[in-house]
């Protein structure tokens, strides 16, 4: 092995039900007032909503809800949250959602605890990242991987710039995964979460470096059970235990340990980041694309 350096501190809670654990996860953190950072409405058509903000009610803990996060995350929804934390003296953000309204929360979380700051300069690297809000997610798409790790993307809406910014501030403090909150999406959505997870480990597995053996091996497994659970996925989403394989291999792929003791080479994803931006395509869709 290669020298290195790993760090995932994010609590996983996984399984189906996990959800109804939200609100404790939230107090066990420090939580008092949480913002529910969510995307359209099959959050709340699904009857999700309503049990993640009874697991609040039922901790104590008090709650806001902010809608309206789309792919490709706006930073105008981005301050609008900051907006509203400020004025609802907000103390942790909890994303209810896939890797666009995490990533959104994590931008909110941010920008809430440093609000003298533009918040867009963080991610042209311009300011370092000093302090955050804590941030909970409660994950309902496998692909991103932003529920462990320490990334966030983020589009700017008047140039339609896409960047991302890495900083362990912005890991989140806990990942409930329940796999049964996937079966309900459609093939196409599935198809490009299965590219996003795999290009999370190849731009990381085609590099120059050699001597990581079980790095190479670790990744390797996780790319073939992809390969393998993504077929079956698409032919049956109410497959459980595929559905669960999946789920956990898209934050594995993204926290960092298919890629130890080698640099990462992010090509592809930051191509496919400027198509997404400029003709709104789903990541996977320009991802695969590029690759």
């Given at each position: 092995m290669n020298d290195f350096q790993y760090y995932t501190p994010t609590k996983v809670v996984f399984g189906r039900g996990t959800e109804e654990q939200a609100g404790q996860l939230v107090k066990e953190q420090g939580g008092t007032r949480a913002l529910v950072h969510f995307g359209g409405r099959s959050a709340r058509e699904s009857g999700l909503l309503d049990r993640v903000l009874a697991s609040l009610d039922r901790?104590?803990?008090?709650?806001?809800?902010l809608g309206g996060v789309v792919p490709n995350p706006r930073l105008s929804k981005v301050r609008e949250g900051m907006e509203l934390c400020r004025r609802e003296g907000v103390d942790f953000l909890l994303a209810v959602g896939g890797g666009s309204v995490i990533d959104s929360a994590k931008a909110i979380a941010l920008g809430a605890a440093e609000p003298e700051a533009d918040l867009w300069d963080f991610w042209l690297g311009k300011r370092p990242v000093e302090r955050?809000?804590?941030?909970?997610?409660?994950?309902?798409i496998s692909a991103a991987g932003s529920e462990t790790s320490s990334s966030a993307v983020l589009t700017r809406d008047d140039t339609l710039e896409k960047r991302g910014l890495t900083s362990e501030q912005i890991r989140p403090?806990?990942?409930v995964m329940d796999p049964e909150l996937t079966c309900s999406l459609p093939?196409?959505?599935?198809?490009c979460g299965v590219v996003d997870i795999m290009m999370h480990t190849l731009d990381r597995y085609f590099t120059c470096v050699t001597g990581n053996l079980l790095t190479d091996e670790i990744a390797q497994g996780l790319l073939r059970t992809v390969i393998r659970c993504g077929a079956r996925a698409l032919a049956d989403p109410c497959d459980l235990q595929t559905m669960s394989e999946l789920m956990w291999a898209g934050s594995l792929s993204h926290n960092g340990l298919t890629g130890l003791g080698a640099p990462k080479d992010f090509a592809v994803h930051q191509l496919g980041h400027e198509l997404s931006a400029r003709f709104d395509f789903a990541h996977g869709a320009t991802l695969s694309a590029v690759w």
């Open positions: 901790a104590g803990v008090a709650h806001v809800e955050t809000l804590p941030v909970g997610a409660v994950l309902t403090r806990f990942a093939p196409y959505q599935i198809a």
